[in-house]
């Protein structure tokens, strides 16, 4: 069983969409989830991150935290065409030594 | 600041050859990681370097060697490179690895190399 899961996609959605993004993970003593996204070509850049249960938005983005259900979520409100990438969700928790374990990646394609 | 660098950013090897992938950063970060990532497989780590001085096993070691030159620079050897490791290599840093704040990874460009 993969440690962090994501649907590869492709997700597609239309222009001014909110796209949902979803992640689980199988450490429950997990503490920090990371979303990032990689455009064809680049290197991962980081996005949001969050460690609370619940919701935390920046800008177009919201990242939400369920820890009981090992489930981490990212959406995209007024989804541009700017928005297609590849979006890796990490997790850092206690049985990965502290270090980072990076999920698939699930590409989002925004359509015009 | 230029962040993380690396070095190169493309090469092609033969079936044995070997070659030093480099990494430096400029963000005075203790904790220095290597990556392989395949299509389909995400990212996975070959070796992190918590802090000078110290480096250790990541998922996929296997194949590879790592040196912590200093602080800043952190590098990846292919003794005997195999058509298995064609694949883009990102190193990263951070912060501080084991801390429970948030210290985020950040990567450099990527090295896509092939082998065959």
């Known amino acids: 069983q993969k440690e962090v899961e994501q649907n590869s996609g492709p997700l597609s959605v239309p222009e001014g969409a909110i796209a949902s993004l979803n992640c689980t993970y199988s450490?429950?003593?997990?503490?920090?989830f990371f979303w990032y996204r990689q455009y064809s070509g680049k290197s991962p850049e980081l996005i949001m991150f969050?460690?609370?249960?619940g919701d935390k938005e920046d800008g177009r983005f919201t990242a939400q935290l369920n820890k009981a259900s090992q489930y981490v979520s990212l959406l995209i409100r007024d989804s541009q065409p700017s928005d297609s990438a590849t979006y890796l969700c990490a997790v850092r928790g206690n049985n990965y030594g502290q270090n980072f374990v990076f999920g698939p990646g699930t590409r989002l394609s925004v359509l015009p | 600041n230029a962040g993380v660098t690396q070095t190169p950013k493309f090469q092609v090897l033969k079936t044995g050859q070997s070659m030093t992938l480099q990494c430096a950063q400029d963000m005075n970060h203790n904790s220095m990681y290597w990556y392989r990532q395949d299509p389909g497989m995400g990212l996975r780590l070959i070796y992190y370097?918590?802090?000078?001085?110290?480096?250790d096993k990541g998922e996929v070691p296997n194949g590879y060697n790592v040196s912590r030159l200093n602080k800043r620079e952190f590098s990846l050897r292919l003794e005997s490179a195999a058509p298995s490791q064609t694949s883009v290599y990102f190193c990263?840093?951070?912060?501080?690895?084991?801390?429970?704040?948030?210290?985020?990874?950040?990567f450099g460009p990527g090295t896509r190399l092939t082998v065959l």
């Open positions: 370097s918590a802090s000078e001085g110290t480096t």
């Open positions: 990263a840093s951070s912060g501080a690895l084991y801390s429970g704040n948030r210290y985020e990874q950040f």
């Open positions: 450490d429950r003593g997990s503490q920090s």
């Open positions: 969050i460690y609370s249960n």
